[in-house]
């Protein structure tokens, strides 16, 4: 079983919709949650980030982690045709061995 | 310059060739990565640098040879590469090892011929 399991989609969508990404995971050590998301011929640059459980809000943007279903969301509102792009979830645990994990990415396009 | 750079963006190599990639961060970090990234797989840690000591090896082979001559700079020697070692080679940084926040730089696409 990967450690990390993310669709990786196309996820196309109409502009103004509301997008869901999601990834699970089976280390029940990760601690920190994170969102990145990749432009084409770019480098992954960091969307957001949780610390354990719960939700965090950054205008359009909404993460979510349930440890308890080692299951996490991003949720994009009123999603626009520049949110086009790969999605990738990425997870670390610090206690024990070193692990930054990333999912395979999920590319969405959002058309106008 | 700002963020984190890297040298060549583009490289094709044949397979007895040996060249390098150069990483380059601006932005005061104590923590270097390189990461290679494949079509459907996930990020793949190669090497990771803490203070300008190598602090993980993913067990990656030999023709992969990481250098980091001070916490600024990164570079990878390449030499007797495979075709499967074609893919985008990712550069990060971050303020300290453990932490949860990586700048990426823009990669390096590699073709081995």
């Known amino acids: 079983q990967k450690e990390v399991e993310q669709d990786p989609g196309p996820l196309s969508v109409p502009e103004g919709a509301i997008v869901s990404l999601n990834c699970t995971y089976s280390n029940s050590a990760f601690q920190y949650f994170m969102w990145y998301r990749q432009y084409s011929r770019k480098g992954p640059e960091l969307l957001m980030y949780?610390?354990?459980?719960g939700n965090k809000e950054d205008g359009r943007f909404t993460a979510q982690v349930d440890k308890s279903s080692k299951y996490i969301s991003l949720f994009i509102r009123d999603s626009q045709p520049s949110d086009s792009a790969t999605y990738l979830c990425?997870?670390?645990?610090?206690?024990?061995?070193?692990?930054?994990?990333f999912g395979t990415g999920t590319r969405l396009k959002v058309l106008a | 310059e700002t963020g984190v750079t890297q040298t060549p963006r583009h490289l094709v190599m044949g397979m007895t060739n040996k060249k390098s990639l150069k990483c380059e961060q601006h932005l005061g970090h104590n923590a270097m990565y390189w990461y290679k990234q494949s079509a459907k797989k996930p990020l793949e840690l190669m090497f990771v640098y803490n203070f300008k000591e190598q602090t993980e090896n993913n067990s990656v082979p030999s023709r992969f040879s990481p250098e980091c001559p001070n916490s600024s700079h990164l570079f990878l020697h390449l030499h007797t590469l495979q075709p499967e070692d074609s893919a985008l080679y990712l550069c990060?940084?971050?303020?300290?090892?453990?932490?949860?926040?990586?700048?990426f730089g823009p990669g390096t696409r590699l073709t081995v011929t």
């Open positions: 949780t610390y354990s459980s």
């Open positions: 990425a997870m670390t645990a610090t206690s024990g061995t070193y692990k930054y994990i």
């Open positions: 990060a940084s971050s303020q300290g090892v453990y932490n949860y926040e990586q700048y």
